[in-house]
């Protein structure tokens, strides 16, 4: 099923490394699956998101960049989705932040509003992590015009809602552009029936 999922989609989001970290030879396996240029996108473990709240996680995101290595050079980017009760904290980011090695492609997801702010993106911009926004039916146009914000030469956008309109697709590809990213990663739900990969295929579509 990857194999012919690469063959129509050059990227792909994994989301079961949040609730259990493979073992080395399981994604070894993936990677032989797919084509040059084909980048996986993996969630980071809650041991730090969600246990250590980035905060003295250098031990457990060590081992975890440790067994994403195994991705080689088909990993895109790593994602650090914080817990929607974690409140913003600049120094607590910015000390996590410091603790990547370099080249490291990490995107934050915040799911509390307190974090966005200035002196967060501003944070992100010192090391080219991305803020990745997740967008669903429960986002205004402010909303989105807030959190929408680019922190890096490369981003990653999650279209969470249940459905997306040809016409709704074809908005965020001007709001993408305008990123002025470099690589972007842009996934949708795909949870529940499936459809994100048929949405993907469509954004793809209209934005040629």
């Known amino acids: 099923m990857l194999g012919y999922y690469a063959s129509q989609l050059n990227t792909v989001e994994i989301n079961n490394t949040f609730y259990r970290v493979p073992k080395p030879h399981v994604l070894e396996s993936w990677v032989e699956q797919v084509p040059d240029g084909f980048r996986f996108v993996v969630t980071a473990t809650p041991r730090i998101t969600h246990i250590k709240r980035l905060k003295e996680a250098a031990e457990e995101t060590e081992y975890f960049l440790g067994i994403a290595a195994h991705f080689e050079a088909t990993l895109g980017a790593i994602l650090f989705q914080l817990p929607p009760f974690l409140r913003g904290d600049v120094d607590r980011l910015r000390a996590f932040v410091d603790t990547l090695p370099d080249g490291t492609r990490g995107a934050f997801e915040f799911r509390h509003d307190s974090w966005y702010v200035d002196e967060v ?84 579509a209209l934005a040629e």
Request: charged share 35%; glycine share 8%; net charge negative.
């Open 121 to 204: 993106f501003d944070t992100l911009r010192e090391r080219n992590p991305a803020l990745c926004f997740a967008h669903d039916e429960e986002n205004t146009d402010e909303d989105v015009a807030r959190r929408f914000v680019s922190t890096a030469d490369w981003g990653k956008l999650r279209l969470r809602a249940k459905g997306y309109s040809d016409e709704e697709l074809k908005g965020w590809s001007p709001s993408v552009d305008e990123q002025g990213w470099k690589e972007s990663y842009i996934f949708f739900n795909h949870e529940d029936d499936g459809a994100g990969p048929a949405l993907a295929a469509r954004f793809n």
